[in-house]
């Protein structure tokens, strides 16, 4: 099968592009042929880089609905970019276009470019909720543009979580349910790290307890909210945060006036991301909303308990008490209570890690993921009655 991976291009170096790559490896493992396409923008270059492991990269002139000036509305009228993916999409000649969208609105114009080359055509959507739960500017006009353009595309659309499969069908009413599946999203093992030269370097004590994210600096993983739980846990509780974003300058600004400069590590962005989680003895997201986020995923890989917020595709990884525990987004006093309790135990977090390991191993690996894309390819192509749902 020759698959074609399109990316929006947002260029947010989070979750969704992380997909785009951890997939393609999957898909190409199992003989696909894969190329990936994407915007000709030097934001991309990194996701360039790191799909070329697998497959060819095409780069292609393209503004992302973000960088227009009225956003998804400027994209479902931008005709020269959808004839001018339609042209890309009837040369190239795949046997199916997977368009990878952040979020309901997002990349509609490839959407109806491939309509337009009538090419069989997969969406992935990581943030299913409207544009108006999200309190977007002009939001109900933008849900109204974008769930008509879903609604008549003859598309099939792959969701990352059950939960965000049935948000998808609320969003946008008159979907047909039959083209909307769910399929995990999955993660590699993790690779071996140096716990203590990790811990070293971030100037660790023998008692120091580390919570941990990796995450991008937004709203949306609400990083202050962080700052205000460790200002109330004992001294010898640290923060590192692995991530970067338009929060950066409030983030170091709260950790100077919650007197937590010595306490707190801001690494920014990071190649090696995945080997820092290994100095990590709690791995933490209070976030407002999630799809179903890698970075809880790759916690779990490195056998790291999880206290998360109870929102989307996060209740679907931790089983609350089990793997970690699920706390309401902004909850204070149940953040702290769980923490607390988490910290305190050192025989807890030497349990729920060992056991989050094992349901990642069970249920979120990279073979997991790629096969049940794979079954949805399959049935898009009319080759299966059946697929994941």
Request: glycine share 8%; net charge positive.
């Amino acid at each position: 099968m020759r698959v074609l991976l399109m990316s929006s291009s947002s260029g947010s170096l989070g979750g969704g592009e992380q997909y785009l790559i951890e997939l393609g490896r999957g898909l190409a493992t199992l003989g696909m042929e894969v190329a990936t396409g994407m915007s000709d923008h030097a934001r991309m270059d990194a996701l360039d880089s790191a799909c070329s492991s697998f497959g060819k990269v095409m780069r292609v002139p393209y503004r992302n609905t973000y960088d227009r000036l009225l956003r998804v509305v400027g994209a479902v009228l931008a005709r020269p970019t959808i004839g001018r993916f339609k042209a890309f999409f009837r040369a190239v000649r795949p046997d199916l276009v997977h368009v990878n969208k952040q979020n309901v609105e997002d990349g509609l114009d490839l959407l109806l470019a491939a309509k337009q080359a009538r090419i069989p055509t997969v969406a992935t959507i990581h943030i299913a909720r409207s544009m108006t739960e999200l309190q977007s500017h002009g939001g109900f006009l933008r849900d109204k543009v974008a769930t008509g353009v879903l609604r008549r595309s003859p598309a099939h659309f792959i969701t990352v979580a059950r939960h965000c499969s049935r948000q998808l069908l609320v969003s946008c009413p008159g979907l047909d349910p039959r083209r909307v599946h769910s399929v995990w999203n999955g993660v590699a093992c993790a690779p071996e790290a140096d716990r203590q030269a990790i811990r070293a370097e971030w100037g660790c004590r023998p008692g120091d307890l580390v919570l941990g994210c990796v995450a991008r600096l937004e709203q949306q993983k609400d990083p202050l909210f962080v700052l205000e739980l460790l200002a109330q846990l004992p001294e010898q509780t640290k923060l590192v945060w692995v991530g970067d974003g338009r929060l950066r300058d409030d983030f170091a600004r709260a950790t100077a006036r919650h007197n937590l400069v010595s306490r707190v590590h801001a690494e920014g962005w990071r190649a090696d991301a995945r080997r820092r989680l290994a100095g990590f003895d709690v791995f933490l997201l209070p976030s407002e909303y999630e799809g179903f986020p890698f970075a809880v995923l790759e916690a779990m890989a490195a056998g790291l308990p999880c206290v998360v917020s109870d929102v989307d595709g996060t209740r679907e990884a931790v089983i609350d008490g089990e793997t970690g525990f699920l706390c309401r987004s902004k909850d204070q006093a149940q953040w702290l209570a769980r923490l607390g309790v988490l910290l305190g135990d050192p025989g807890m977090r030497e349990r729920m890690g060992r056991q989050a390991l094992e349901r990642m191993r069970l249920h979120f690996s990279l073979e997991a993921m790629a096969a049940g894309t794979a079954a949805v390819y399959e049935h898009v192509l009319g080759r299966t009655e059946a697929s994941v749902h």
